[in-house]
């Protein structure tokens, strides 16, 4: 099937604003502002990205307000170390929107997922809290999570969490061999891999794992 071009060109004209809009939001929500031409720059490649793998001009427009959207979720946590309400709130609602947008996706299920996703890191929370006294994920990261759940539905989010774990642990493991042990003890900000295992999930699907016989 080739791809059809169109939805690139509307998608060339959209990384303008988007990038704009991105180094906007990012300089009202972090300390820190992410440059317009880097923002442009990352939103092209996203839509370069999508534009290989996603078909149909419906499926690759949702997908482009997936990854920007994403992608200034994990900029604001990794500078500031947090996922305001301003953004997670309207990416939970444009993922039940998409499962209406969508052949084959059923409303409930995504609405489901959305509160299971937020339910089991919010139980994570509590007791990661309760054994250790001090603060392990942020809500940020469960109602990120929902919006994961609101997007993907409930079959995928094993496979989200599994690879948001697998790049938070090779996170400190890199920080560890640089910067020595002390950045054991230090937080991380989960929603940068749990955004990029949303991606990935997304536009490849669940992980699937060959039976042995």
Not at 3 to 31: H, K, N, Y
Not at 41 to 69: E, N, P, Y
Not at 154 to 175: D, E, H, M, R, T
């Amino acid at each position: 099937m080739q791809p059809d071009w169109e939805p690139m060109t509307v998608a060339a004209v959209f990384t303008v604003g988007g990038g704009w809009l991105a180094a906007r939001v990012t300089l009202a929500m972090a300390q820190r502002r992410l440059p317009l031409p880097a923002a442009m720059a990352a939103c092209a490649v996203l839509a370069a990205w999508t534009f290989h793998v996603v078909f149909g001009a419906t499926a690759f427009l949702l997908s482009l307000c997936l990854g920007w959207g994403l992608l200034v979720l994990a900029i604001v946590d990794w500078v500031d170390f947090r996922l305001p309400d301003l953004l997670t709130f309207p990416l939970i609602g444009c993922g039940i929107l998409a499962a209406t947008l969508l052949p084959a996706e059923h409303l409930w299920e995504h609405a489901a997922a959305a509160v299971i996703a937020y339910t089991l890191l919010w139980i994570i929370a509590w007791a990661y809290r309760r054994l250790r006294g001090r603060e392990g994920l942020g809500m940020g990261d469960a109602k990120l999570a929902a919006a994961a759940g609101a997007w993907l539905g409930v079959g995928p989010l094993p496979s989200v969490l599994l690879l948001a774990s697998l790049a938070g642990i090779a996170w400190v493991a890199i920080a560890a061999i640089f910067r020595g042990r002390a950045t054991l003890s230090e937080r991380i900000p989960f929603g940068v891999p749990l955004s990029i295992a949303v991606w990935i999930v997304w536009l490849y699907g669940p992980l699937t794992f060959a039976s042995a016989g």
